[in-house]
């Protein structure tokens, strides 16, 4: 996986570190994940990697467009790698996210708004926030 990383982030002109390469295994790993909690992991393999440095690399790495933040209603954003647009879910209870597949109608939906409204379009996110099964039982 770390070649696919480096092969990333230089598509990106970004320079595959060692803690960029750490921070995309674990965002990975948990799919959409706090900056926190991406310290927490990479501290258990690099201990002197500072929150300072995590934060710097995933502000970059979302500027270059390796990263998409999600952000959460009353709570810390999550980052994901950079996919195929896609909805995510939002529970406003416990912070989960999902992704669900954006569809064509919903596609041309949000493109016919842009253009009605005289708005170029560069990308789109689509967060949808409420209550995930778990937490509505």
Do not use: W
Not at 6 to 31: C, D, N, S, W
Not at 76 to 95: M, V
């Amino acid at each position: 996986m770390t070649t696919e990383y480096a092969q990333l982030l230089k598509a990106h002109a970004l320079k595959a570190t060692f803690q960029r390469t750490q921070i995309l295994e674990v965002i990975e790993r948990y799919g959409h994940i706090a900056i926190e909690k991406i310290y927490e992991e990479v501290s258990k393999v690099h201990a002197s990697l500072s929150l300072a440095t995590i934060y710097k690399n995933i502000l970059l790495m979302v500027e270059k467009g390796v990263l998409t933040e999600v952000p959460i209603i009353g709570q810390k954003s999550k980052y994901e790698i950079a996919k195929e647009e896609h909805i995510h879910l939002i529970c406003t209870s416990c912070g989960t996210v999902m992704d669900k597949m954006l569809d064509v109608d919903t596609a041309q939906d949000t493109e016919k708004v842009a253009e009605t409204s005289g708005f170029s379009l560069d990308h789109r996110q689509l967060n949808l926030y409420g209550l995930c099964e778990a937490c509505r039982g």
